[in-house]
């Protein structure tokens, strides 16, 4: 070829649109006869057909993925599993354009309805479990997509909470030190401060490599128990929801020596817990965390009151549920539950005939009824929640029992520890101080406050959170709501193999 020819030719080139060297956008038909037609099936998962067909119909089935969106979604699929979701597909290229962009649109919405939502739902497989999903608009999150972008729609679905980010941040560091591990102590004796051996040493390397040995004197010998480890050990104890004391038991030892891959996964199933939740965005409410034990009043947003709770027993768990605090109850009577009745009062009762005189109990129009005083159950004061669970919080004559690191002593309900002060807290304090509560408790007469302002109450289930000061915590899974939570995941997986095995080729 002719030098000046090949030159027109390269210019010719160059002055040609670079859309025309891309791929040309699929044709509406060519939507259409996918959606009808095709084996819509992504690495393995079926896609739904019928809601991807509403999607494309509203739009006249013209094509919502061109290269800047396609590159933007595998980017963020591609950063999936820093929310805690490693199942979201990535291979999604068709045999067509047109298939192409029908897949790409599966996989976004799949993705965005996890972080939305979650990819179970816990009352499915949950008893007690009384929170409903959060909404999900399939056909708007589209919408953002086309006029704001995929990034912006993508980052308004997951819970809009710093604890969720922190949480996220705290599996970014635990994937990183997952790969260096920690040593397994297995130790088969208490260490103590005063001890000196090896296994001494290997205590401070595996407190060390989780960030515990930060503020260990430098210069110590390794080997020795010395109060900074001492000091060390208390901060794990205390993260880990144990008793405080420095002191390596068996408890401690066996929080100690669960892998970095378990509380990875461990902080994922909270994260899945946090999206498929309702959002609370109420400022002024209470959030107990039945797992922990633990209660927060929040005020205009901010902890304004941290408390310690006893929940609900193994065998009698606190349900995870959404209530409304109108009032506070004085020097309140207990009903005494007939599955209470019959299961732990006449029984005794049979032991012991002064039982119910002793207690204060009596008979009132055929139910047991414990009386107001200093044995009754609820205490002094009652934080009255109505609720089709007859779950409420209140005090109780037992303080002691608040100073045990396990608090999973109730049937259901939730005691709280400084009861006095929350009831000052949530009721008019201008017309009821601190002071006029006592008094009213002191009459002994039972009396009904109703609030300043209604106060929701959210009773929850975290293994896995991040304090303020940036501390991760765990705590045992005492209701097995993290286990079943992560058979329902495996489930969804099997679930959705089985159905792309059911629609793919050849079959019926």
């Given at each position: ?98 298939e192409?962009?029908v ?92 001890d ?6 290997m ?8 960030g ?11 080997l ?72 927060v ?11 310690r ?37 006449l ?20 139910r ?27 005090d ?33 304090s ?79």
């Amino acid at each position: 070829m002719r030098p000046v020819l090949t030159i027109a030719i390269l210019l010719l080139a160059l002055a040609l649109p670079v859309r025309s060297f891309a791929a040309a956008p699929p044709d509406p038909a060519a939507i259409e006869a996918v959606l009808q037609h095709g084996p819509l099936t992504l690495e393995g998962r079926a896609l739904d057909r019928n809601q991807l067909t509403r999607i494309y119909q509203k739009r006249g089935f013209a094509p919502i993925w061109d290269e800047e969106r396609a590159r933007s979604l595998r980017d963020a699929l591609a950063a999936a599993p820093s929310q805690g979701i490693d199942d979201i597909a990535l291979d999604l290229d068709g045999t067509s354009p047109a298939e192409s962009d029908v897949l790409q649109t599966g996989a976004f919405l799949d993705y965005a309805a996890a972080l939305a939502r979650g990819r179970v739902v816990p009352k499915l497989f949950e008893r007690d479990w009384y929170l409903g999903a959060p909404d999900f608009d399939p056909d708007g999150v589209i919408d953002a997509v086309l006029s704001q972008g995929v990034g912006p729609a993508l980052a308004a679905l997951p819970p809009r909470d710093s604890r969720y980010d922190a949480l996220r941040t705290a599996l970014a560091r635990y994937r990183g030190l997952a790969k260096t591990g920690w040593p397994d102590l297995r130790a088969n004796r208490t260490l103590r401060q005063g001890d000196k051996d090896n296994t001494v040493g290997m205590l401070r390397e595996r407190l060390t490599a989780e960030g515990y040995g930060a503020a260990l004197p430098q210069g110590a010998d390794p080997l020795d128990f010395d109060s900074g480890l001492a000091a060390a050990v208390a901060r794990f104890q205390t993260s880990h929801g144990l008793a405080s004391d420095g002191v390596v038991g068996k408890a401690t030892f066996a929080a100690l020596d669960v892998p970095a891959s378990a509380r990875i996964t461990q902080i994922e199933l909270n994260l899945e817990r946090w999206r498929s939740l309702p959002r609370v965005d109420a400022p002024t409410r209470i959030e107990v965390n039945a797992a922990a034990a633990s209660a927060v009043l929040f005020e205009n947003g901010a902890p304004d009151k941290t408390m310690r709770v006893i929940v609900g027993s193994a065998t009698r768990p606190t349900p995870v549920f959404r209530a409304t605090m109108t009032s506070v109850l004085i020097n309140p009577p207990w009903n005494v539950p007939n599955s209470i009745l019959k299961k732990e009062i006449l029984p005794k009762l049979k032991r012991d005939p002064g039982y119910l005189a002793r207690g204060n109990y009596v008979f009132r129009d055929g139910r047991l009824v414990q009386l107001p005083g200093p044995k009754n159950a609820l205490g002094q004061l009652k934080f009255e929640m109505p609720n089709p669970l007859d779950v409420y919080m209140h005090d109780t004559p037992d303080r002691r029992l608040f100073a045990l690191p396990r608090r999973t002593l109730s049937h259901g309900c939730v005691r709280v520890e400084d009861p006095r002060d929350l009831a000052w807290r949530v009721i008019d304090s201008d017309s009821w101080p601190e002071t006029a509560i006592d008094q009213a408790i002191v009459s002994g007469e039972t009396r009904r406050v109703p609030l300043k302002q209604a106060i929701p109450v959210y009773v929850l289930y975290w293994t896995a959170f991040v304090d303020p000061d940036g501390t991760v915590e765990f705590r045992d899974d005492i209701y097995g709501r993290d286990q079943r939570l992560a058979e329902a995941l495996a489930a969804r997986r099997a679930q959705l193999r089985l159905s792309a095995a059911a629609t793919g080729p050849g079959a019926c």
